[in-house]
């Protein structure tokens, strides 16, 4: 069980490997920048594994570009980037909730759309400098082992939060996005009314159970956790995949944040032409469904749908009988206010 002293010291690590990382990432593209290359950053893992399988290693046969890849997607680094001139990047897949300050801030350059088609893209996702390439669930997962009957499992937030009614460890994501939004709905705030967020009831909301919780951070984590034994039930993203991959797991949409990842080109790349033809070949349908072999997150080509496996296709975020039962994280309100939620967030999860 984490207690305040043992974060602190998590928390204390993760930052400095993450300051390692910035430290020693630039020197290491620079090193293999040449023509005909584009540097792309990710989060790594199995996503981006997917993503190269999918979409950078066809496009590279395509069209001879080569893409370089690194981690670590942070404004604070593409902020460095743009205001020094010196831009590393060329294109990132960037969270919702990153975007509206990479628009607000002047990071991200508007999109050709004389090069990329978005007819067959959802229209929400279409932006002026964006365009979304995955919807991303963070839903409710369990292990089948800890709940052998379907009936018993926990399948609401309301269900994660009744520990004596429904027990069984639980995890939890240490970040305030998602979380507050999932504690508000086990206090009783329907899905539709949750902006803007009433932090302080949704910290108290957590108060309850903060005791009871096993804390994760990186979104890889609660697969291994739920394997072992360690935690029963998590919210998770990546909880579809294992489940099709044939973890014994179960996963309930209700009340599950959707969110989406978009296509953006940092302002100032001197490739931004072929960062634009990149983007055009990854939305492609063929493309995005191929993505699905790796990772389960959702196509946003609306001819996308009946290229994705039968085994896949029932359970991905782009289905709209599992939309229906979450809402839409909004990066409208995160943008402006993630900073300062999260120092709330931070100042609660040490006391």
Same mark, same amino acid.
């Given at each position: 069980?984490?207690?305040? $002293?043992?974060?602190?010291?998590?928390?204390?690590?993760?930052?400095?490997?993450?300051?390692?990382?910035?430290?020693?990432?630039?020197?290491?593209?620079?090193?293999?920048?040449?023509?005909?290359?584009?540097?792309?950053?990710?989060?790594?893992?199995?996503?981006?594994?997917?993503?190269?399988?999918?979409?950078?290693?066809?496009?590279?046969?395509?069209?001879?570009?080569?893409?370089?890849?690194?981690?670590?997607?942070?404004?604070?680094?593409?902020?460095?980037?743009?205001?020094?001139?010196?831009?590393?990047?060329?294109?990132?897949?960037?969270?919702?909730?990153?975007?509206?300050?990479?628009?607000?801030?002047?990071?991200?350059?508007?999109?050709?759309?004389?090069?990329?088609?978005? !007819?067959?893209?959802?229209?929400?996702?279409?932006? $002026?400098?964006?365009?979304?390439?995955?919807?991303?669930?963070?839903?409710?997962?369990?292990?089948?082992?800890?709940?052998?009957?379907?009936?018993?499992?926990?399948?609401?937030?309301?269900?994660?939060?009744?520990?004596?009614?429904?027990?069984?460890?639980?995890?939890?994501?240490?970040?305030?996005?998602?979380?507050?939004?999932?504690?508000?709905?086990?206090?009783?705030?329907?899905?539709?009314?949750?902006?803007?967020?009433?932090?302080?009831?949704?910290?108290?909301?957590?108060?309850?159970?903060? !005791?009871?919780?096993?804390?994760?951070?990186?979104?890889?984590?609660?697969?291994? *956790?739920?394997?072992?034994?360690?935690?029963?039930?998590?919210?998770?993203?990546?909880?579809?995949?294992?489940?099709?991959?044939?973890?014994?797991l179960g996963v309930s949409y209700e009340g599950a944040a959707l969110t989406?990842?978009?296509?953006?080109?940092?302002?100032?790349?001197?490739?931004?032409?072929?960062? *634009?033809?990149?983007?055009?070949?990854?939305?492609?349908?063929?493309?995005?469904?191929?993505?699905?072999?790796?990772?389960?997150?959702?196509?946003?080509?609306?001819?996308?749908?009946?290229?994705?496996?039968?085994?896949?296709?029932?359970?991905? !975020?782009?289905?709209?009988?599992?939309?229906?039962?979450?809402?839409?994280? !909004?990066?409208?309100?995160?943008?402006?206010?993630?900073?300062?939620?999260?120092?709330?967030?931070?100042?609660?999860?040490?006391?």
């Amino acid at each position: 069980m984490s207690t305040p $002293e043992t974060s602190r010291r998590r928390l204390l690590t993760v930052a400095a490997k993450a300051t390692a990382a910035a430290i020693a990432a630039p020197y290491a593209i620079t090193a293999s920048r040449a023509a005909g290359q584009l540097v792309f950053s990710g989060f790594g893992g199995a996503y981006q594994e997917g993503q190269t399988k999918a979409l950078f290693e066809p496009f590279e046969r395509a069209t001879g570009i080569k893409i370089v890849q690194t981690t670590g997607v942070d404004l604070a680094k593409l902020r460095t980037q743009v205001q020094s001139g010196r831009v590393e990047w060329d294109f990132v897949a960037l969270p919702d909730r990153l975007r509206y300050t990479a628009v607000r801030d002047g990071l991200v350059m508007p999109l050709d759309y004389s090069v990329i088609d978005k !007819s067959r893209i959802v229209p929400a996702l279409v932006t $002026e400098h964006a365009i979304g390439c995955v919807t991303i669930p963070m839903l409710m997962a369990y292990s089948t082992k800890a709940y052998p009957d379907p009936a018993k499992a926990p399948k609401t937030w309301a269900d994660f939060w009744a520990i004596d009614r429904v027990p069984g460890q639980r995890g939890m994501y240490n970040g305030a996005v998602y979380t507050l939004e999932f504690a508000l709905i086990a206090d009783g705030v329907p899905k539709d009314s949750l902006y803007p967020l009433d932090v302080d009831r949704a910290l108290r909301s957590l108060d309850k159970i903060k !005791s009871k919780l096993i804390w994760w951070s990186q979104m890889a984590q609660p697969g291994p *956790m739920l394997a072992s034994g360690e935690i029963a039930v998590t919210p998770s993203v990546r909880a579809i995949t294992a489940m099709i991959g044939g973890e014994p797991l179960g996963v309930s949409y209700e009340g599950a944040a959707l969110t989406y990842e978009a296509w953006v080109v940092p302002k100032g790349t001197k490739n931004a032409g072929d960062a *634009m033809k990149f983007i055009q070949f990854a939305l492609q349908a063929k493309q995005q469904a191929a993505l699905t072999e790796y990772i389960a997150y959702g196509p946003t080509n609306l001819d996308a749908a009946p290229m994705v496996s039968a085994k896949a296709r029932p359970h991905l !975020s782009s289905n709209p009988a599992n939309a229906a039962k979450g809402f839409l994280l !909004s990066g409208d309100y995160w943008g402006p206010n993630l900073e300062k939620v999260t120092e709330r967030w931070n100042e609660w999860r040490l006391k």
